[in-house]
């Protein structure tokens, strides 16, 4: 496969197809309906695929609902608000352990917001969102090439560990076209879970439902869904760190801002400053392990986000205290530029005394 | 090295297409590339711009606050654009449509007469791939073989629209 120029909701949605989702439901909303377009061109040509606009976002994610219930691999993508209209879905996929991948290409908030890129939506997307104790594994890719692998890995952790999958994008990423190569050829048949709904004949009848009355059953369900999260932290924990071996100071940053923040740090070592980075790729789980480790040599952080400070919080817990942590962000849909970062970067350097 | 360009103009004088032609050509060369459109609530007949960034190491933002390059293929654009260039930037100008002079003297501004060249050739709709061709001429981004090479691909089977191209993009080549 050669490589394509494509922007990155485009990209997700191919590489989806090509993952073999059979089903994709979504509703529209700016910055992602190139991925909902792409879905309605070629899903919907595709054998036994279905593409269906949904009349809402509640439907659409209750329609993914439906199509894991019976076993193929499904989708649903949109942003902010929308994604807030989608908790209650995702909360009975956990409770009812089902794959299903859903994509979030943020935007600025609260409320309606703007249209532009934000990193906002990282408390709503690695604290779960919904109501109840369940976590969803959240990706953030910082380029196209990444939306498109993550995609793929997505569909794969999703079925593996019988949990919705969260990709974690914003507007920038989404609106953006870099060259990609898909690795991955569609299947020929698509993938499907025979443990799922697919008809009773053979076997005695079996229900998959959220709703409970006895407190045993549910404690059980809520220790077994624990115990596949220990799991998931254990074996799936993804990270990037650029330049972070001999690092007097560590930038840390996800997403489209992970990709700004590495500009920043060319320019900053061009002009002898030793600082590196570490760039979270699965935001839960949070590379807490990789903190710690370089919680062993490096005492000062930086966290720089596209919003008003929300994986700092998990950076602090990381650490346990062992590092001091400083923020600088930027929210409301503004894109900082690789040398605004790196002037706070130099400011920092120079106020924590670490030139010396 | 890294080239940040902005083509801007009027929708549909074909300023998003010069953009994408230029990212593909340098994606065919094997550079780094990212190509972004500015979007927001855009009205018909509005302005529209882009931004194509070119590398040989890994792009940090696809954004341009100071670019090298500006394109302007009209006078708004060339208002609203030619402050971001960085010192010593090259401003290209459609100079059949704009009548204002840049107001910088630390730039440089390249006239290229792209409507009335296409206008002459008898495809007015060309004017964007004139001055695309005049711009690759002068910035060396990419080669004009390339930009063919990724137009085809873009083109697909459209032969006549192909060859129309092909021609302004020559012209324009030629131009300087």
Redesign the interface.
């Known amino acids: 496969m050669t ?1 394509v ?1 494509m922007n990155g909701s485009s990209a997700i949605a191919e590489a989806a197809i090509r993952a073999g989702c059979q089903c994709y439901f979504g509703y529209p909303i ?2 992602q309906n190139e991925l909902t377009e792409y879905m309605a061109t070629n899903l919907s040509r595709r054998k036994g695929c279905s593409f269906v606009q949904a009349e809402s976002e509640i439907s659409a994610i209750n329609m993914v609902y439906g199509a894991s219930l019976v076993g193929v691999r499904a989708m649903t993508s949109s942003s902010g608000p929308g994604i807030s209209l989608k908790q209650e879905g995702i909360s009975f996929l956990a409770a009812c352990e089902l794959p299903a991948v859903i994509v979030n290409m943020s935007r600025g908030g609260p409320g309606m917001g703007s ?1 532009a890129a934000a990193q906002s939506d990282y408390f709503q997307a690695t604290r779960g969102g919904g109501h109840g104790d369940y976590r969803t594994i959240v990706m953030a890719p910082s380029s196209v090439q990444e939306l498109a692998d993550l995609t793929h890995r997505a569909f794969h952790l999703a079925d593996k560990y019988k949990t919705p999958v969260m990709i974690l994008g914003d ?2 990423l989404g ?5 990609v190569k898909f690795k991955h050829e569609a299947p020929a048949e698509p993938p499907i879970r025979h443990d799922a709904l697919r008809g009773a004949k053979g076997r005695r009848s079996k229900f998959i439902k959220s709703l409970t009355s006895n407190d045993t059953e549910l404690e059980e369900l809520n220790w077994s869904l624990f115990r596949r999260y220990e799991l998931i932290k254990k074996k799936e924990t993804t990270y990037e760190t650029f330049l972070a071996d001999d690092a007097e100071l560590v930038v840390v940053a996800f997403g ?1 801002a992970a ?2 923040a ?3 740090i ?1 320019t900053v070592r061009s002009e002898g400053l030793k600082v590196g980075l570490l760039r979270p790729v699965t935001l839960w789980p949070f590379p807490a392990e990789a903190v710690q480790e370089l919680a062993k040599k490096v005492k000062h952080y930086l966290v720089f986000e596209m919003n008003m400070g929300q994986m700092i919080e998990d950076v602090q817990l990381s650490l346990e205290g062992k590092g001091e942590v400083s923020f600088y962000g930027r929210p409301g849909g503004v ?1 900082p ?3 605004e970062v790196a002037r706070v970067i130099s400011r920092l350097y120079y106020q924590k005394g670490l030139s010396k | 090295m890294l080239i940040k360009t902005i083509f801007a103009g009027f929708g549909g004088q074909g300023v998003l297409s010069m953009g994408l032609n230029l990212a593909q050509a340098a994606m065919l060369e094997d550079k780094n590339v990212t190509y972004l459109p500015s979007y927001g609530a855009e009205v018909r007949g509005g302005t529209a711009n882009c931004t194509v960034a070119i590398s040989n190491e890994e792009i940090a933002s696809p954004v341009a606050s100071s670019p090298e390059f500006v394109v302007a293929m009209n006078q708004p654009s060339m208002i609203k654009f030619q402050n971001r260039l960085q010192s010593g930037g090259v401003l290209f100008i459609n100079s059949s449509l704009v009548e204002a002079e840049a107001s910088r003297g630390d730039i440089t501004v390249v006239n290229v007469p792209a409507s009335s060249v296409a206008e002459d050739m008898g495809s007015p709709k060309s004017a964007n791939m004139v001055l695309l061709g005049a711009f690759i001429k002068k910035s060396n981004l990419a080669s004009l073989s390339s930009v063919i090479q990724g137009l085809k691909g873009t083109m697909g089977k459209k032969q006549k629209q192909m060859a129309v191209n092909e021609k302004a993009l020559q012209a324009g080549y030629d131009l300087f």
């Open positions: 490589k120029l700016t910055p249209i507007g920038i609106q953006m076209m870099e060259p489209i990709r700004i590495k500009g920043a060319k894109i530029t690789p040398s």
